[in-house]
């Protein structure tokens, strides 16, 4: 299943991760093939932990994952995972 | 004698550089934007690393081998994936310590090729390969009384200095915030808890010669003498001569025995300087009055200086990696909160304001 996965343009400064088409069943799954070819991709994504960073939101087309620490959100053919930043700081 | 420094700011990492006439002025930046909380420069080598941290997208370590001209991106410290239903609360507010690098706090050389990383949460890396991989220090991070450091200004502990023995890069001494003094002679397979004649009074009375609850806000070991290490503690300052065993304090230290930084002459272990600032919930200079305090003596008496310091009222605050001696220990350099910084050719007599418009600073570094 081919899923389209876009970044919030504030990452483009750090990393070079231009829209592209991944494969999975969960966001997990997605995100995971995803970093197989853009390891540096993980850190800015993920804690330690594996789970989304706190003041990263992922979105499944208009809808934020419910699953922040194991991603196992539903995703499917013609989907869009968005990775958003929730905006803080100064 | 070191013409340059490192300022890592709240916006990016700035090299002040000393040019004719001795006028000390911005000679690059990088990194504008991101918060630069850390910062190394390899003693007498190229090698450069500064810590970024990018609030949304975390902590990542930058890496220059050619002196600072290019960077890129070398491993950040990670935690290793916490055990399935292992309870690690912190114990002021109960909440869970994140196994993951929210701040680093300090980085410093070791041996040949070794760097340690102090973090926040409480923990210590060690890399030795120059900062492609880092290692958490397991057998401090699983000691039972881990779980017992409080953290101080941040949510968490956090580890902010590290001093490594320069006759025995094995032994490896750590300050913790707010967690006590602890030391290794193994490079980390195992650690002791230090710190007679610490006392941390705001603490019930029982608790405040514990040397597990002792609020170091800064230390630092004189290279030339590793046994006398200079402790700005919430509480005062502190002197230790047998490596932070047994601690003495100082008091009566004019106008104000409170602060964070602490610099020690590199080979004179009774030269030591501070930022005062009024304790403890006010932390601005006293009497809004900018001074650095020298000792000379080992701590006997202190010289209150302030020639070239703001002669209008001053809000500055001087946190703990602001300031720093140079190699050869004739010149100074701090930066503080208001983005203002100082250098001082002639041991802290008197002051060159360099800035009185950089981020807030975080940490500075001579180079060289």
Redesign the interface.
Known sequence: MATVLRFTP??YR?LDCPDTSVAGATVREALDAYFQANP?AR???L????AV?K??AIFVNETLIRDRAGLSDPIGEGDEIFVA??L??G | MSDRLLVGTRKGLFRIARGEGGRWAIAKTWFLGDPVSAVLAEPGGSRRYAALG?????V?MQRSEDGGETWS?AA?P??P??PEGLEDKDPMRGVDV????QLVWTLECGAPGELWCGVIPGALFRSTDGGESWELSRALWDDPRRKQWMGGGYDFSGIHSILVDPRDPLHVTVGVSVGGVWTTRDAGASWELIGAGLRNEYLPEAMAGDPLVQDAHRIVQCPAHPDRLWMQHHNGIFVSDDGGAIWRELTDVPPSSFGFAVAVHPNDPDTAWFVPAAKDEKRFPVDAHLVVTRTRDGGAHFDVLDRGLPTEPAYDLVYRHALDCSHDGLRLAFGSTTGSLWVSEDQGDSWQNISRHLPPVLCVRFEG
Request: net charge positive.
């Open positions: 504030n990452l750090h540096r850190g800015f994504l804690d330690d932990q594996g960073r003041h990263v930043q929730a803080s700081g | 990018l609030g949304h997208f975390g990542k991106q950040s990670t935690f994936p916490k994140p196994w993951s690098t």
